[in-house]
């Protein structure tokens, strides 16, 4: 167990609708990131906060934006979903966000977009 | 850009053979390097790291070398177990690159297969 938790564990929604993906790190980790696992695509990052914070983007569809609560749980919203957006999503955390770090990862979240 | 290039899986070894993953990576700056493995239906978990050249990680018997020269980062075991089967990714973190930011980006996964 990474201490990171998600939820949905599965989501199964229809085309043009929206989801909230939720994340809570570990505790003591004031830096989440969201990732996108697809067969086509790999696992690419998507964004990441730290305290709040935006700290760094990649390749994240203007149709999907997070954010990072005060009690640092953080939700990405997905929108006007299409069939591609159909993955596993993983959040991870880690102490401070730098490039050192172990980052500790849920254990996904399952869309499956009809 | 930066990048991570893993050998083509999968990989299927019987029990107590020698495992070798190759991972080479093309960064701009400094980068650390890791491991993470995936077993079905779980998320990743670091297997191990280096942060600089010549650093070796290990952890569970696996052993990976931080080699700047040839760009590399191979995944060795010298005796697997069916345990060991999963989807093993190599992944960097360019600090330079990216401000220290973390981001990682990886390579497209390895699967594993031990036979019994």
């Known amino acids: 167990d990474s201490g990171v938790t998600q939820t949905p564990k599965h989501l199964i929604t229809a085309t043009g609708q929206r989801v909230t993906l939720r994340c809570s790190p570990r505790?003591?980790?004031?830096?989440v990131y969201w990732y996108q696992q697809s067969l086509d695509q790999g696992l690419q990052f998507l964004i990441q906060y730290y305290n709040g914070e935006e700290r760094a983007k990649g390749n994240i569809l203007e149709r999907f934006s997070a954010q990072q609560f005060p009690d640092l749980h953080s939700e990405l919203n997905l929108s006007s979903l299409e069939l591609g957006d159909s993955a596993l999503y993983f959040c991870?955390?880690?102490?401070?966000?730098?490039?050192?770090?172990?980052?500790?990862f849920g254990p996904g979240t399952r869309l499956l977009v009809l | 850009g930066n990048s991570v290039t893993q050998m083509e899986g999968p990989v299927t070894l019987s029990e107590e053979a020698f495992l070798t993953i190759n991972c080479t990576y093309t960064a701009t700056g400094y980068p650390s390097l890791f491991w993470y493995v995936q077993y079905p239906g779980e998320g990743l978990q670091l297997l191990l790291k280096?942060?600089?050249?010549?650093d070796k990680g290990s952890n569970k018997g696996f052993e990976a070398t931080y080699r700047k020269e040839t760009t590399s980062f191979h995944l060795e075991k010298g005796s697997v177990q069916v345990s060991d089967s999963a989807v093993y990714f190599c992944?960097?973190?360019?600090?330079?690159?990216?401000?220290?930011?973390?981001?990682?980006?990886f390579g497209q996964g390895t699967t594993l297969q031990v036979k019994p």
């Open positions: 280096a942060t600089k050249a010549d």
């Open positions: 991870a955390s880690s102490a401070t966000g730098g490039g050192v770090e172990t980052q500790y």
């Open positions: 505790s003591g980790d004031l830096s």
């Open positions: 992944a960097l973190s360019d600090r330079l690159g990216s401000g220290n930011t973390g981001k990682l980006i």
